[in-house]
C-alpha cells in the first residue's frame, strides 16, 4: 500500500520536471544578480585584496564603518539622500495628483490625451540626454537663462556648475520634469475609476467643481495616496543615480548639495579605488533600506492588507 | 455649459498647455541650438530664435560619422537581444510559479520577491561580475548585471497568467497530451500578448536608455552604446576626434564644439521620438496593469 502511494507521488512529481526546467534560467540568473552580491555584502567587513579573491581576504569586523562614520561625508550623503526623496515624494505625489485632476477635468478628449502624451514624453529620454537638455539651459558662456532669460530680468549670469546652493532646486524641478507627467497616470486611473453618481448626487445638492475635488475625488484616491507615499519612504535610501551623477555632471564643486548614498558609493569605487569605505556605505544603505521596506510595509498591512506588498 | 465650468475649462487648459510647453521647449531649444551657426552662439547663446543658421555640426557630425553608426550598431544589438532573452527567462519563470499544483512553487515565488526587498548594491555585484564572471569590457557587461531579469517582472506576469488564462485551458491541453513546453509556446505565449508587450516594451526602453552598465563596466570604445557614447562627449568634446581617422589637430581646429554637443543630442533623442507614437498605449497600460503581489 505505501509503495504504491509512494510510486504515485514519484510518477506525480516526475510530471513537473518540465515546470521545474523552465524556472533554471531565471533562478540561476537571480542567484547571479541578486543573491551573490547579497553575500558579497560581507566584504564591508573585509579588507579587500585582489591577490586573495574576494571570499578570502582578511575579516576586519567594523573597521571599514568606522572609518565612514569617522568622515563627516556620512552624514552629508545621509542628509542629502533623506531630504531629496523626502521633498521628491512630496512634491511628486502634490504635482502628480495635480496634473491628473487637472487632467479629468478636461472635456476634449482629445487634448486631454495630447497633453497627457507630451507630458510622458520627459520619461522616455535617458538621463544622458537630460544632462545636455540641462546643460542647454545652464551651460555658464552658452545658456539660455545665462544668455536670455538673465539678461531679460536684468540679472548677472549665474556660474550654475559651480554653484551649490542653486541645485537642491535645479535637481527638484529636473526630477519633477521627467517623472511627474508618468507618474500622474496611476492617478488618473484611480480617478477614472470612481462611480460618476457621487458627481451627479453632489451636483444635485449644488457643490461647486472646487468642493468635489475635495471631498469627493480627493478622498477617493487617499488611499492610492497613501500606498504610494508609504512605497516611497521604502526607498527613501535610494536615489536616482542618473539625476545626481549625470545632470550635475559630476561637478566636484556641488558634492555639498549634489552627492548622495549612490554617487558616493559609485565614486569611492571606481573613481578613487577605496573598495572598503565604497562597500561600508553600501552595506549601509542595503540594511538600512531593507528595514525601512519592511517597516513601510507594516505600516501598508495595518492600513488596507489589500496594498501591502506581502 | 455654466460660468463655473468654463471657468474649470479654461484655467485646465491654460496650465496643461503651459507644463506641456515646459515639456517640449527643451527639445525645441536643442534642435534650435544644433543648426544655429557657432559664432552666432558664441555672442547669444542657445536660443529657440537663432541669427544665423548653419548644419556645420551635423556635417561634421557625419564626418566622424562612423563612431556613431557604431554605437547605433551596439545599442540596437544589446536591446533586441536584451529583450528577447529578458521575455523569454521571465516568461519561463513566471509560468510554472502561476501554476497552483506546483510543488514548491511558494518558496520559490518567495525567493523571487526576496529579490525586491534586499539586495547587495553596486560593490558586490560589480566585484562578482569583474572579479568571478570577468564581464568587464564584453558585450556580456551590456546586456547581463541589472537589466536581464527582474522580479517585480516576473511576479506581474504571473499574475497576469493566472488571472487571465483559465485553469480548464490548462487541464484541457493536458488531458489532449501536451507536454508543458508545448502547453507554454502554443497556449501561454499566445494568450498572454497584451502582458508580453508591456514588459517588453519597458525591457526595451531599459536596454536603449542604459548607460549605467557601460559606465560600470566597459572601457573599450569599440563596446560603447549610444548613450556611453553620448556620456562621454558631454565630458569630452574631443571623444570622437581622438578617435578620428582625420589627423587629430585638423579635426579638432573644425570642431563647432557648442554646436555639435547639441546635435549629437539631437541624434540621439530621434529614435525615442519616433517610435513613442506607436508604443504609447502600452506605456498607460503598464502602469495600470494589475497589482504585483507576493
Not at chain 1, 505505501?2 to 537571480?30: C, D, E, Q, V, W
Not at chain 1, 507627467?181 to 472646487?210: M, N, R, T
Not at chain 2, 525567493?111 to 566585484?127: A, D, E, M, Q, S
Not at chain 2, 573644425?254 to 555639435?260: D, G, I, R, W, Y
Amino acid at each position: 500500500m505505501t509503495t504504491i502511494t509512494h510510486r504515485n507521488k514519484r510518477r506525480s512529481l516526475r510530471r513537473f520536471i518540465p515546470l521545474y526546467i523552465m524556472l533554471l534560467p531565471g533562478l540561476a540568473y537571480l542567484a547571479i544578480n541578486n543573491y551573490m552580491p547579497l553575500f558579497g555584502l560581507s566584504i564591508a567587513f573585509k579588507d579587500i585584496n585582489f591577490r586573495k579573491g574576494l571570499w578570502h581576504s582578511d575579516w576586519i569586523g567594523f573597521q571599514n564603518f568606522e572609518y565612514l562614520f569617522k568622515t563627516s561625508d556620512a552624514w552629508l550623503i545621509t542628509r542629502n539622500t533623506l531630504l531629496y526623496n523626502g521633498v521628491f515624494i512630496v512634491l511628486g505625489l502634490a504635482v502628480a495628483v495635480a496634473i491628473a485632476i487637472l487632467l479629468n477635468e478636461i472635456r476634449n478628449k482629445f487634448a486631454s490625451r495630447l497633453y497627457q502624451s507630451v507630458l510622458i514624453l520627459p520619461f522616455l529620454i535617458s538621463i544622458i540626454l537630460v544632462s545636455y537638455l540641462v546643460y542647454a539651459m545652464l551651460s555658464m558662456d552658452t545658456g539660455f537663462l545665462n544668455k536670455t532669460v538673465l539678461p531679460a530680468l536684468g540679472i548677472d549670469p549665474v556660474n550654475w556648475y559651480n554653484e551649490p546652493k542653486y541645485w537642491p532646486y535645479i535637481l527638484t524641478i529636473v526630477h519633477l520634469w521627467k517623472g511627474a507627467g508618468y507618474s500622474c497616470i496611476v492617478f488618473l486611473a484611480a480617478i477614472i475609476g470612481i462611480d460618476p453618481e457621487y458627481y451627479e448626487a453632489a451636483k444635485l445638492d449644488g457643490a461647486s467643481k472646487w468642493m468635489q475635488i475635495r471631498k469627493i475625488t480627493i478622498p477617493m484616491i487617499t488611499p492610492v495616496i497613501i500606498m504610494l507615499t508609504l512605497l516611497g519612504i521604502g526607498r527613501i535610501f535610494y536615489s536616482d543615480f542618473g539625476l545626481f551623477y549625470q545632470v550635475p555632471m559630476n561637478s566636484g564643486a556641488l558634492f555639498s548639495t549634489t552627492n548622495v548614498i549612490d554617487t558616493y558609493v559609485f565614486r569611492g569605487l571606481m573613481q578613487l579605488g577605496d573598495v572598503g569605505m565604497s562597500s561600508a556605505a553600501g552595506f549601509y544603505q542595503s540594511l538600512v533600506g531593507f528595514v525601512l521596506v519592511l517597516v513601510s510595509n507594516m505600516v501598508v498591512r495595518k492600513i488596507n492588507k489589500e496594498n501591502a506588498l506581502f | 455649459m455654466d460660468k463655473e465650468n468654463r471657468i474649470w475649462q479654461w484655467t485646465s487648459h491654460i496650465i496643461m498647455i503651459a507644463l506641456s510647453a515646459a515639456c517640449i521647449l527643451p527639445f525645441i531649444l536643442l534642435f534650435m541650438a544644433s543648426i544655429t551657426d557657432e559664432s552666432a552662439i558664441v555672442t547669444h547663446g542657445y536660443t529657440l530664435f537663432p541669427t544665423a543658421f548653419s548644419f556645420e555640426a551635423y556635417e561634421y557630425l557625419w564626418n566622424q560619422s562612423s563612431q556613431i553608426f557604431h554605437a547605433y550598431g551596439i545599442t540596437i544589438l544589446v536591446t533586441v537581444i536584451g529583450t528577447t532573452a529578458s521575455l523569454i527567462m521571465t516568461s519561463l519563470l513566471a509560468y510554472p510559479l502561476s501554476r497552483k499544483d506546483l510543488p514548491g512553487g511558494q518558496t520559490i515565488a518567495f525567493i523571487v520577491f526576496f529579490t525586491l526587498l534586499f539586495n547587495g548594491g553596486l560593490v558586490p555585484t560589480y566585484l562578482i561580475y569583474t572579479q568571478v564572471f570577468h564581464l568587464k569590457n564584453t558585450l556580456f557587461a551590456l546586456l547581463i548585471p541589472w537589466l536581464l531579469m527582474n522580479g517585480f517582472n516576473v511576479l506581474l506576469m504571473r499574475t497576469f497568467f493566472k488571472t487571465t488564462i483559465p485553469v480548464a485551458v490548462l487541464e484541457s491541453a493536458a488531458i489532449d497530451g501536451a507536454g508543458e513546453f508545448k502547453t507554454y509556446f502554443r497556449i501561454i505565449l499566445p494568450l498572454s500578448m497584451p502582458i508580453l508587450a508591456t514588459v517588453g516594451m519597458f525591457q526595451a526602453l531599459g536596454y536603449w536608455n542604459d548607460w549605467n552598465n557601460g559606465l560600470v563596466f566597459v572601457t573599450d570604445p569599440d563596446l560603447f552604446s549610444l548613450q556611453n557614447v553620448l556620456n562621454r562627449i558631454m565630458s569630452d568634446i574631443q571623444f570622437l576626434t581622438s578617435n578620428s581617422r582625420m589627423g587629430t589637430t585638423q579635426a579638432l581646429a573644425q570642431l563647432p564644439s557648442e554646436t555639435f554637443r547639441m546635435a549629437i543630442a539631437v541624434i540621439g533623442v530621434i529614435p525615442i521620438l519616433l517610435v513613442y507614437p506607436f508604443f504609447q498605449k502600452y506605456f498607460v497600460k503598464g502602469m495600470t496593469i494589475g497589482a504585483v503581489k507576493g
